[in-house]
């Protein structure tokens, strides 16, 4: 799930922590993938192509619908966007070894591609949460001028920010206004 909230931060535009949010572009936004996919529980290679980070942009602005629904309250919506990714990635579960740790559960796509395997991953994930009592803990940032994307992983399941920053933000600006 990390994986797929850090790509459609990274790669969908929008509002982030009150500001106007471009992704980037070339080299920046390979970058940015890579890291995404890192922050996500698995090496990913050195370098990003040009071509994967475009078809992982693509990957990011249908994740982020699967988010927008949820948040929407249109469950519905979001299982059938789900739904529909899965169909298009084929996932499959494999078990797989690498970087000296035990065997582990992977879901790639049919055709091996790095936007393909990191597709399946990503909705496999989504329906995970989305089949479970647990699909209101997927959000969208419920701060002024800002719409990145969390999963809420705290014990109560309160969350409505996707970091500290926009929610000392919101609290700053409700602070001032009973001050004023």
Not at 99 to 118: R, V
């Amino acid at each position: 799930m990390a994986a797929a909230v850090g790509l459609v931060n990274a790669l969908t535009a929008g509002d982030a922590r009150g500001r106007p949010y471009v992704p980037p572009q070339g080299g920046e936004r390979r970058a940015a993938v890579t890291e995404a996919l890192r922050i996500g529980g698995r090496r990913a290679r050195e370098e990003v192509t040009a071509e994967e980070a475009e078809e992982l942009a693509g990957v990011a602005a249908r994740l982020r619908g699967v988010f927008e629904s949820v948040a929407d309250g249109d469950i519905d919506a979001a299982a059938n966007q789900v739904n529909g990714l899965l169909a298009e990635t084929s996932a499959r579960p494999h078990l797989d070894r690498h970087d000296g740790e035990p065997w582990h559960l992977h879901f790639h796509g049919t055709g091996g591609t790095l936007a393909g395997n990191w597709a399946a991953s990503c909705a496999t994930g989504l329906a995970i949460v989305m089949g479970s009592e647990l699909h209101d803990r997927l959000g969208v940032c419920t701060a002024p001028h800002c719409d990145r994307v969390y999963v809420d992983i705290s014990r109560n399941g309160t969350r409505r920010f996707c970091s500290t920053a926009c929610q000392n933000r919101v609290k700053t600006a409700a602070f001032r206004a009973r001050n004023a």
